[in-house]
């Protein structure tokens, strides 16, 4: 398990990175566009893109922590510090999402769209650019995240895309106005604005969900199932428990076997579920297995005897 963490944090800080990079050159570009386009509405992007800056550094921050080894403090590991920096995430990209649907409201219930400036071809290029632009960046480290199942990760990508969202209306408005239609601004930051909100409320869902032990999926469970009654000793599944602990899986399992068994022969059977667990799942970190005995001898103790053997 070591070295899949230290990869997946390889991948995840390169994914950053090359992000950071990205954003430097788009937001130095759409500063320049803003000044010769006389657009203050591109300046205001340029500076919300050395904005984004600031959420990558806490992505980054976040995974380093998550990678970190066990210590005295933390015995059980780091991995929820990620869920606390897509927690992060969620709440700038739900203020992000209110200051554009508010500035569009604003704008329609003043009414004054004859005083949109239309901003010179420069900053429509330039929003263009960015669409695009963001949009990769959105699709590349989504694929990044999905990789490596972070959450931070997956957060910092749907902000890149409430960037291209955003980007799309100040396009349109841009656009609308040129062609003498310029609530189509206005209009557009709403509708993006209600986007950017659903998408932080589902992140949040799915981090607070991590930090509080949420159970995996039924589908997960169910090929876990498969997996241990495919092992021809044990008789039954009496109890199956899964917690999410930040991007990793803890698991608790009971199973039946014969109880007129040797105990090594007891211990091996839980060795191989936890084994067949294991590497079925890279994710999991975790994984104890106890065993029932379905057949109890007169000198067995009253209760459930149980062998205990994990990751």
């Known amino acids: 398990m070591k070295n899949l963490s230290l990869s997946n944090e390889q991948i995840a800080m390169q994914a950053s990175k090359n992000t950071i990079y990205c954003n430097i050159l788009l937001s130095v570009f759409k500063l320049i566009a803003g000044i010769i386009g006389n657009s203050a509405a591109m300046l205001a992007d340029s500076i919300h893109s050395f904005s984004d800056l600031f959420t990558t550094f806490i992505v980054m921050a976040g995974v380093k922590l998550a990678n970190k080894k066990t210590d005295k403090n933390h015995p059980y590991g780091h991995e ?16 992000t999402g209110i200051g554009i649907g508010w500035a569009g409201i604003r704008k329609i219930f003043e009414g004054n769209y004859g005083e949109i400036a239309a901003p ?82 589902d992140i949040f869902r799915d981090s607070v969900g991590k ?13 876990m199932r498969k997996i241990i009654l495919s092992n021809p000793d044990v008789s039954g599944i009496d109890l199956l428990k899964t917690r999410l602990f930040g991007d990793k899986i803890y698991v608790d399992v009971e199973i039946s076997t014969n109880g007129s068994e040797t105990l090594h022969k007891a211990h091996e059977t839980a060795h191989i579920v936890h084994d067949a667990i294991e590497a079925a799942f890279p994710e999991v970190k975790h994984c104890s297995v106890h065993i029932n005995p379905t057949e109890k001898s007169p000198e067995d103790l009253p209760g459930i005897s149980t062998i205990s053997s994990s990751g």
């Not at 929820?80 to 203020?95: G, P, W």
């Not at 959105?138 to 910092?156: E, F, P, T, V």
């Open 80 to 95: 929820r510090f990620e869920c606390v920096a897509a927690v992060i995430l969620s709440v700038i990209l739900a203020f």
């Open 120 to 201: 010179g071809i420069i900053a429509l290029v330039a929003a263009v650019i960015t669409i695009i632009v963001k949009a990769a960046l959105y699709q590349y480290k989504r694929r990044a995240a999905k990789k490596i199942n972070s959450g931070a990760l997956m957060a910092d990508a749907w902000h890149h895309l409430s960037d291209s969202l955003s980007s799309v209306g100040s396009f349109l408005g841009i656009l609308g106005a040129r062609l003498g239609f310029p609530v189509l601004d206005p209009l557009a930051a709403v509708v993006i604005c209600l986007f950017i909100l659903k998408v932080a409320l």
């Open 211 to 223: 930090m509080t032990d949420k159970a995996c999926g039924e589908e997960t469970e169910e090929e």
